[in-house]
């Protein structure tokens, strides 16, 4: 039987794993951001929305790694969600197929960014190649994303439409506004790829902040 002192034992070494797993990956977020800025930089071909898609790709793989820890390993789980209560395993259990998946779809994303990123200063037949690629790569991670959807419990599901929700209105505002800047003779233009970016940054602030507003960070 565990008995409290245990439980509040455990509970500090959840807390102490999670915040130095917090660290670390702060850490090298920061490292591997600052040493690639510094190299595309130094290279001068990439515009300001390959390097920002870079970074983002970088997060996204992160956060790979880590839901795939999650997935692979009980004592990372537990570290991660120290309110979770496991004692006989039966929550890991549950949620591995779910976080291998994710950690996959994230994987997956990264990778279209970096695609998309670099096939903006490639040549022709590489740039080809590249697009292939992100077809394929899109096409299965809609495929999972479809997958995983069936598999949410309802507070994901809500927080996932509340998220799009507010995401759409957001990026609606800004096309007409920017729509109607140029058709009224502005000279306002963006590149696909900033558009990109500006939309998976507006969708991860919107998916953060109503994971705050249900007390799920």
Partial sequence: MTTEQQVRSDAKTRKFTRTALQMIVGGAFGFFSVLGVDRLVSVGNMSAAGIVALGLALFFGLVGVIVFAMATNRKVFMAVQPEAEDDDGADFEQMRSLLFWSAIC??????????????????????????????????????????????YDELYRDIMKDSSAATFAIVEFGLIIWAAATICGFDVAFDPLTVIVAITGVNLASQFWFCLRRGLT
């Fill in 106 to 151: 994230a994987f997956l994303y990264a990778a279209i960014l970096v695609l998309m990123a670099l096939a903006s200063i490639n040549d022709v037949g590489p740039q080809l190649m590249s697009f292939w690629s992100i077809c394929a790569l899109m096409l299965a991670q809609t495929a999972i994303s479809v997958m995983l959807w069936t598999k």
